[in-house]
Each structure stands twice: as C-alpha cells, then as structure tokens.
C-alpha cells in the first residue's frame, strides 16, 4: 500500500562538516568567516524554502523484475540484480526536497550569485541524501515491528542512475509509484523535477546481501564510490 512517509526538519539538516565535504573541504579545515557567513545564510534559506515530502509503496519480487528490466539498458552486470533476488522485502520510494528550494537555487545561479547558490545546493542535495537514509530507517523498523527483522538484516536504498542500473529506468518506476503525487515529474530525458529528488528501491534483507566487491565493469568511472562507505557502516 502506497504511504506517505514524514520527514522532519531536524532529521535531515545537514551538518556543517558535510556540506562543506561536498564542496571539497576536508573535515577538519579552519574556515574564514566569509565562508562560514555563506553556510549560514545558506541554512536560513533552507529552513524558508525546503518542503520535503516522500512516498513509499511495497513491491513484490515479480512486479520489480518488471520495472528492473526498464527500457533494456541496464549494464549485463548490473549491481541490483545480484542483490534483489535475495532480499525479504522490496518497496519503491521516492522524495523530494520540494519545488521552492530548486527554483531558489536556479534563481541564485541565474543571477550570478554563484557563491551562495553553490552553498545551498550542497545544503539541499545533504539533505535528500539524509532524507534517503531515513526512508531507509522508517522501512527497517516497520519491518522490524511487522516481520521481526533483526540487528542481523538491513534495508538499503538502490536508485536508477546508479552502478550499472540504466537512468532509464525512471520511466517504468515512475509509472508504478506516480511520485507526481508529492510533485516530483520526469523530464523526457528521465531528469527529475524539482532536482533534489532521489527515487529507488528499498532492498531489506540478511545483511551480507549488500556486502559486494567494488570491481563491476562501471566501476572504474564511478566518482563517489559511496558503496565503500555504506559496506565499512554494515560491517560496523
Ligand atoms: S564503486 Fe560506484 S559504481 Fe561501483 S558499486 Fe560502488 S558505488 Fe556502485
């Protein structure tokens, strides 16, 4: 059944050392007071503009194999398809940070304010990235209180766009989930509107189903290599 899942302000604002990571200073860096003045407006301008909203529908395996199979673009090694045949539970998301906040950010680089616009689009793609991690969460303890998932299990997110699942999978996603209902809409190039949207799976399974070696044919042109981060806290 389709939900809408709440997200609420203190759980996904960004801390300062995150933001500023994005933009390529190291944890750690004594910032001057111009950059510091330019984080916080950026955070006053996101508690004004951010309406996140975010929904969640179950999917079973045979419905997923079908919007998995998309267009027929993904890579042949594909990193969900070694994952999603083991999980217990699969659902479908997608959030927003809301219309307000883009067009704020595009209005900002449209007039040349390219320092404050840089600061707050860093604030806002933290803040879906956090959003992600709670959608995640909110899963895990519904499983948990409904199924008995365990400290043993884990429920991540996996989205299209990303190791080796072609962004054209939007397309079928989008036609199973309708996140136009919380205002999120797909361009003809499967570019989400307002931007700072994520969508994806929601794998929720024994733990070593997320546990994989980073050595997939599209790997060697990956820039973040986020999996390294999300396998080291698993293990933790
Ligand atoms: S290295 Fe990048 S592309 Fe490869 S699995 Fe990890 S996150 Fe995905």
Redesign the pocket.
Known sequence: MKQNIELSLSDILPGKNEVLFSLGIPVGTEIVDSIQALFDEALDLFHQTVQPSCIVNEISYNEFERIFRGEGKNADDV?LKYIYPKANHLALYALTMGKTISDKIDHLFNTNDFALGTMLDSVASNAADKASNVVQDWYFNELSKTHGLNSNSATLGYSPG???WDISGQKKLFQYLEPEQIGIILSSSFLMIPLKSITGLLVAGKKEIHL?K?N?S??ST?K?????DRMKKLRS
């Open positions: 990193l990303y190791c080796g994989f980073d997939y599209y790997c990956c973040n290599r986020s999996c390294i």
